[in-house]
């Protein structure tokens, strides 16, 4: 495993144990896509308008800095403890949404 098989464009030697580390990083990168896609997805299949307004907001989902919830507040004219319960309903939709899973089992006919 940490016998050189190649060398980089540096010369450096590089292992098995080099390239399947990388190997590695790929899965984990692929993996974090295709959750971050099933996340879009349920924010949009499962939340209300105003949930997913809170959300893509605090998380910065669409591109912007995530924001506090007394900012969300003052952006949507609500108090920030309203804020907070909206939030917290949404994410319990989300998490409930995951671990249910993609893919329930459904009868066949």
Do not use: H
Not at 24 to 42: A, H, P, T, V, W
């Amino acid at each position: 495993m940490n016998e050189p098989i190649d060398t980089d464009k540096d010369g450096n030697a590089l292992t098995l144990m080099d390239v399947m580390a990388t190997e590695d990083n790929i899965c984990d990168n692929l993996d974090s896509k295709i959750k971050s896609e099933q996340l879009r997805r349920f924010v949009k299949e499962s939340l209300t308008p105003r949930e997913r307004t809170i959300i893509a907001l605090r998380y910065g989902l669409e591109g912007s800095r995530p924001l506090t919830q007394r900012e969300v507040a003052q952006l949507m004219d609500i108090s920030r403890s309203y804020v907070s319960r909206i939030e917290k309903k949404a994410l319990e939709k989300l998490k409930k949404r995951f671990d249910k899973g993609e893919n329930s089992p459904q009868k066949k006919i």
